[in-house]
């Protein structure tokens, strides 16, 4: 049973223009999300996080969105450069525990 | 500052076998989590591991078992392996709290299993 959805497998923007990367959760127990992104041929590197108390987190170029409500959260990354180009994953974890639950990523490519 | 360290790389076994795989967590950090990502999925959580003590367990079968050591590092086992278990073993440490922490992952161990 997949907790954590990501139902875009892939996505191409514009280099300058912005990247949105949705994710879906279905477990009203998470109240923690992060974001990782992965490079071919590396682990995931961490990206961005947000508890559930608030409902958006900036970090220079990436911001995430957290709607409770809807059990939805995104990234938004602007501008969007070459550089970005990897796959995105979401997670989500209750804050008492340590396991984290993966979505199954988006491929994000970005077109100089 | 060392990251997540993890070897070997790369792993090639026959259906039936045995394989251990061996991570070191980042400095500074105790815990450290087992996570198993097949071809086009996320990673599932396998087990974590502090103190010595498997902590906490996904949905894995028994032929899945872990070690850490008085160093923190730690070992995955995995004992009669099937077909199915050829993925991308990826360790993730963290620093054991009452709240759940980011953990750091390691660039994975590739296991084929033929």
């Known amino acids: 049973d997949q907790q954590v959805k990501q139902n875009s497998p892939s996505l191409s923007v514009q280099e300058g223009r912005i990247s949105i990367l949705n994710c879906d959760y279905t477990?009203?127990?998470?109240?923690?999300f992060l974001w990782y992104k992965k490079y071919p041929a590396e682990g995931p590197t961490f990206l961005i996080s947000?508890?559930?108390?608030?409902d958006k987190n900036e970090d220079g170029r990436f911001t995430v969105f957290l709607n409770k409500s809807a059990k939805h959260l995104s990234l938004h990354i602007v501008p969007s450069q070459p550089g970005d180009s990897a796959v995105y994953f979401c997670?989500?974890?209750?804050?008492?525990?340590?396991?984290?639950?993966f979505g199954t990523g988006t491929s994000l490519t970005v077109i100089p | 500052d060392a990251g997540v360290t993890q070897s070997p790389t790369h792993l090639i076994k026959t259906r039936g076998q045995q394989v251990t795989l061996r991570c070191s967590p980042k400095?500074?950090?105790?815990?450290v989590s087992w996570y198993q990502q097949a071809l086009g999925q996320g990673p599932q959580f396998i087990f974590q591991?502090?103190?010595?003590?498997?902590?906490q367990r996904g949905n894995f079968p028994d032929r899945f078992s872990g070690h850490q050591f008085p160093n923190y590092s730690s070992e995955l086992n995995v004992n009669a392996l099937l077909l199915g278990d050829s993925a991308l073993y990826l360790c993730?440490?963290?620093?054991?709290?009452?709240?759940?922490?980011?953990?750091?992952f390691g660039p994975g161990t590739r296991l084929t299993v033929l």
């Open positions: 993730a440490s963290s620093l054991f709290q009452r709240e759940v922490d980011t953990q750091y």
């Open positions: 477990n009203s127990m998470f109240d923690y």
């Open positions: 947000i508890s559930s108390i608030k």
């Open positions: 997670a989500a974890s209750r804050v008492t525990g340590n396991q984290f639950y």
């Open positions: 400095s500074g950090h105790d815990t």
């Open positions: 591991y502090y103190e010595e003590e498997e902590r």
